[in-house]
């Protein structure tokens, strides 16, 4: 399989080169160039296998040129360190609606999933070519902590994660800052997170320094993440019956990436009654699919469900070129036009074509406490914010049954709101219970591109 720009204008790659490469020359995404069909009788057989085993069958047509044991080793070494066995289990809430648990990881979110196994592919393919990466990222808390656990104790690869002083929360700070490993660095910087992507799109930019250093990067946009997200989808329908059922999937949704796997899972034959997409206030998505095609960007707010606090979402790019028939001069117009005009929007075609294979809702932050109330009041279970509102969608859209909603957090990862709706503070499990005691190492830096630059050459002159 070969990997195809959204943009049309980048060399294709093959699955190891589009893994280190992330975004395309061109400033496109990489695609498959098909989509790899499951039969009926593969979809059956996943329900018998592993999480872990299930994971590298699916992902192998994807991932042709990596060793097919050497790929079952990586899933294997990957969800060993998850602390459900199922690793992506199933529970009931009742009245047809299934709450998929995807946040038994090391850091609580459904992040884990991708980025476990994001550093086992790096390690495999950088061992074999001989070489070592710095992987540089800027958060705004979840995804730092998933990229530092998915990198601690890698050969290959050191980390760098910026993230903005004292402007996240003490677990997020801690669970970046406590990891016991020599080839990860946690920088405060005295700024903003925005300051902290400008920071590392700085870095990128400096071509001596990225060559020196050998820059890489772990973000959402990378096809390993994504690939990695179809498992569950599947997993989660066969569980359910699937080839002989169809199944209803409801999104926590903010850069598009699980929605997005969940329509690669569909594209690849699995039988799906509807795939929806929820959103906060942050409703960029919503507004397309429910706004007549419109893809306009809005202001940031600040949300229960903050990871889902995006308005560019990077991966619907992905979708956008398939709802062009792959024409990447199409794509290329639409994003010149949301760079100049702050938006655009795709023809009435282009907008049936998305409907067919989504529904949309957003939920306001009313709406999403008030389901955290709810659920725990009718089921006893408690979900965390971004859970609640693809809850809510569910029940307002009320697709044919079984409905599987994506638990995308614990709930103890945002025990406030959780506390807020409920008046139950979440506890942490076992695995993290000592965080608080935890020694932390970080360095404060200045927002500035001299003194972080100097920072990782200095770390890197001693390694
Ligand atoms: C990242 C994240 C999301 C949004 O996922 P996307 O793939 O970016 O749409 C939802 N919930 C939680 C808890 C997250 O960390």
């Known amino acids: 399989m070969r990997y195809i720009s959204t943009r049309g204008q980048a060399p294709d790659l093959a699955f190891e080169d589009v893994l280190l490469t992330g975004l395309a020359r061109d400033g496109g995404l990489y695609v498959p160039d098909a989509w790899p069909q499951l039969t009926p009788q593969a979809i059956a057989a996943v329900a018998e296998l592993s999480f872990a085993d299930a994971a590298a069958t699916l992902i192998a047509p994807f991932a042709g040129d990596i060793d097919r044991d050497a790929l079952s080793e990586m899933t294997r070494r990957a969800y060993a360190r998850f602390d459900h066995q199922a690793v992506a289990p199933l529970r009931e809430l009742g009245d047809g609606h299934w709450l998929l648990e995807l946040f038994h990881g090391p850091t609580l979110a459904f992040k884990d999933i ?131 059922r169809q199944v209803s999937f409801a999104v926590p949704t903010g850069n598009f990436g699980c929605a997005y796997a969940g329509y690669a899972a569909a594209r690849m034959g699995l039988p799906m009654a509807r795939l929806i997409v929820a959103t906060n206030r942050n409703d960029i998505l919503h507004r397309f699919f429910d706004g007549g095609g419109s893809y306009q960007l809005g202001p940031v707010h600040a949300t229960q469900s ?17 709802l062009a028939g792959r024409d990447g001069a199409t794509v290329r117009g639409w994003m010149a036009e949301l760079s100049e005009a702050g938006g655009f929007r795709v023809g009435n075609a282009e907008l049936a074509e998305a409907r067919r294979w989504f529904d949309s809702h957003r939920v306001d932050e009313d709406s999403t406490s008030e389901t955290i109330r709810a659920v725990h009041a009718d089921s006893g279970v408690l979900v965390d914010p971004h859970t ?76």
């Not at 946690?186 to 920071?199: K, N, Y």
């Not at 903050?306 to 398939?322: G, K, T, W, Y």
């Open 114 to 244: 991708a980025m476990q196994l994001l550093g086992q592919l790096f390690d495999h393919v950088l061992a074999q070519r001989g070489e070592r990466v710095t992987i540089v990222g800027a958060t705004s808390g979840d995804t730092g902590s998933a990229a530092i656990e998915a990198c601690r104790d890698r050969e290959a690869i050191d980390i760098f994660v910026l993230y903005p002083h004292n402007r996240v929360s003490e677990v997020q700070r801690r669970q970046m800052t406590t990891v016991a490993a020599d080839n990860v660095h946690a920088i405060a910087i005295e700024g903003t997170f925005d300051d902290c992507q400008a920071l590392v799109k700085a870095m990128f930019n400096d071509h001596a320094f990225r060559d020196r250093q050998r820059l890489s990067a772990v973000n959402s946009i990378n096809w390993a993440r994504v690939v990695a997200q179809i498992v569950y989808y599947v997993t989660a329908a066969a569980a359910l019956g699937a080839p002989d």
């Open 306 to 322: 903050p990871s889902m606090d995006i308005q560019v979402a990077s991966n619907f790019e992905r979708l956008l070129f398939d």
């Open 388 to 463: 609640a509102v693809a809850v809510r969608a569910a029940r307002e859209l009320a697709p044919a049954a079984p409905v599987v909603v994506l638990g995308t957090a614990h709930p103890a990862k945002f025990p406030d709101a959780v506390e807020r709706a409920t008046g139950v503070r979440p506890a942490l499990p076992a695995h993290l219970a000592d965080l608080y005691q935890r020694e932390e190492r970080f360095t404060v830096l200045p927002n500035t591109l001299a003194a972080v630059e100097a920072h990782i050459e200095d770390i890197q002159s001693k390694a």
